[in-house]
């Protein structure tokens, strides 16, 4: 068996192709197999790979994705495994690392551009502004997959700053009614469905019309729900760039 025997994790970017990495791309054009994360990956990403055999694990479980990877590593070929936006969001290192490693096999990963920056930057929005939301808190609804107890969603809508649902638009009426029992009704929400991709939607809406507006708009998949006031904060400033505020890189100056 090859003793540098290694597996990439790269991270595909949310769906505009440009939104690769440099290194991901160039490791995408060495790559000899390439297993990719089903239809949130765009074919232009794929097309990087000219000489790799390429597989979706959309169809797969585990064991079966690992059975495409594991012998190819140990050949001593260039294993690309591609995931969608940023591979350390609910990405499924873990659960390959830990088997690749005991297999003998390292795992080195890319970073990719999640959905969620891509989104923000969709809506034309900073996720933290001054004085308003100084944390972004990224999580998902409880449906068929558990969430830790001290992480259900009344107790993260608690802080009231902003927050980021993945893999939650079906089960947006208890999202609405969960997020409600701390965030005002008129708390500003977007829904980004398909962020950079040419069919990208965005619904703007209050927190009160937030279910009533997802099942007009029809977006069953493949969207954020943010929710949150720095949705519509205007003119905050930060200290950064505040003329009397010093710090490693500026001597504040005091204003006459
Ligand atoms: N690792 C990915 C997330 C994978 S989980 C990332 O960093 O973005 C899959 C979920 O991500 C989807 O159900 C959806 O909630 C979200 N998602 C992925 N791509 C998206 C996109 N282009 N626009 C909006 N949401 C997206």
Redesign the pocket.
């Known amino acids: 068996m090859n003793k540098d025997a290694i597996v990439y994790f790269v ?1 595909a970017g ?2 505009d192709p440009e939104l690769i990495t440099l290194k991901g791309k160039r490791l995408l054009e060495a790559a000899d197999l390439v297993v990719y994360a089903g239809s ?1 990956v765009p074919k232009a990403v794929l097309s990087h790979a000219q000489k790799a055999e390429i597989y979706d694990s959309a169809g797969l479980t585990l064991e079966e994705i690992l059975a495409l990877l594991v012998p190819a590593a140990k050949a001593g070929k260039m294993v690309v495994r591609l ?5 350390s ?3 499924t290192i873990g659960e390959h690392s830990e088997r690749l490693r005991a297999e003998g096999i390292r795992c080195e990963i890319v970073p ?1 551009v ?3 920056t ?2 923000a930057a969709a809506l034309g929005r900073e996720l933290t502004v001054p004085d308003v939301a100084q944390t972004v808190i990224l999580s998902r609804c409880e449906g068929r997959t558990p969430v830790p107890d001290l992480e259900k969603l009344p107790l993260l809508a608690a802080h009231q700053t902003t927050l980021v649902l ?4 079906t089960l947006v009426k208890k999202m609405q009614r969960d997020l409600l029992t701390s965030y005002a009704p008129e708390t500003p929400c977007a829904v ?6 040419p069919d990208e939607k965005i619904v703007h809406c209050a927190l009160s019309d937030l279910s009533v507006a997802v099942k007009k708009s029809k977006i069953t ?4 729900v943010i929710v949150g006031k720095a949705l519509a904060s205007e003119g905050k400033r930060s200290k950064l760039y505040d003329p009397t505020f010093s710090h490693s890189f500026r001597s504040g100056k005091r204003l006459e």
């Not at 980004?192 to 991709?197: E, G, K, Q």
């Open positions: 991270g949310p769906g949130l995931a969608t936006g940023d591979p969001i609910y990405g990719g999640s959905s969620f891509a989104a993945f893999l939650s638009i980004v469905y398909r962020a950079t991709w998949k493949t969207a954020l």
